[in-house]
């Protein structure tokens, strides 16, 4: 006879090797989406800092205050970042501050997403730890 054909046992082999390497390769992808997601929440942060620095220089009244605020919208009027890495919205409580600290200019960045959080609670991060995507929270 001249059958044609896979028999049973090669079957559940190949479909054996597909599960072990699905196992293997699903939560790999899941962790590189997460990452790029955060990298990208950091980049938008990194601009946010950038507009403000622009702020700063622009603005001679705000230089010698030593002490501003800036919010999300007040920075991202030309509206360079749009959605969040989660397809949602930035928060409107997000903001950027400026201080003079012994002469030197510091800025700190609180940038809310729909899902994550760069500074929790309403705290803010130094822009020297902006490197990290450790900082990135998830909310809840």
């Known amino acids: 006879m001249n059958n044609k054909g896979f028999t049973l046992v090669e ?4 479909i054996s090797i597909i599960a072990i390497l699905s196992i ?11 990452n790029n997601k955060k990298d990208q929440m950091l980049s938008d ?9 622009y702020q700063v220089t622009m603005d001679k009244t705000i230089r010698q205050s030593g002490n501003y605020k800036f919010t999300f ?4 009027k030309t509206g360079d970042i749009g959605l969040d890495p989660d397809g949602g ?7 950027v501050t400026y201080t003079l600290v012994e002469s030197s200019p ?3 960045i609180h940038l809310e997403s ?23 929270k998830d909310l809840k």
């Open 114 to 136: 729909s899902r994550r959080v760069i500074g929790p609670n309403n705290t803010c991060i130094d822009e020297v730890n902006i490197e990290s995507r450790t900082i990135v």
């Open 89 to 95: 919205n930035y928060s409107t409580g997000s903001y």
């Open 11 to 14: 079957l559940l082999a190949v």
């Open 73 to 76: 919208t007040t920075l991202n």
């Open 45 to 53: 942060a990194k601009k946010l800092i950038s507009q403000a620095k």
């Open 106 to 108: 510091k800025y700190c």
């Open 24 to 34: 293997i390769a699903v939560p790999n992808v899941v962790s590189v989406i997460d």
